[in-house]
């Protein structure tokens, strides 16, 4: 177990293009558990292997459901829209609105190397789109409508309630 630095914005890592995984090795398995580790140190929903400075494509996600690990990830389809507000570990105390599909469908490896294919909706939906964009070098800060800003709409929300 450990927690690897998160790589932030500006950081080459995080605009290039990431390689396949064609094996599991103790390496690889080993920068996953590392993934797991980091994102649940910095209460992520998600996390993508360029974040900690490995260029593979390897991504992790938990939205509070059940953890999972994706290699290899694509989204095949996808269905309806969804406008929310969306954050990155890479982008520390940053939020933005972005319009992403309320429902995917994603293919992939899972940590066996096994085939999958999984449907996912709402957050984790958004939370998979987010994630692969990052395999392909992109950040959700491209795709935010409106202004970037500094506090979560559910903290400005709870502000004004006091
Ligand atoms: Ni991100």
Redesign the pocket.
Known sequence: MAIRKVREVGDDVLTKECREVKKMTPRISQLIDDMFDTMYEYN?V???AP?VGVLRRIIVVDVGEDPRALINPRIVSHEGTQTGE??????PGKYGIVTRPMKVTVEGLDRNMNPVSWEAEGLLARCFC??V??LDGH??TEFVEGEIHDVAMEEAMEEEDE
Request: charged share 20%; proline share 0%.
């Open positions: 992520g998600g996390l993508a974040q969306e954050g990155c570990l890479s982008f987010h994630e964009d990052h950040m959700y």
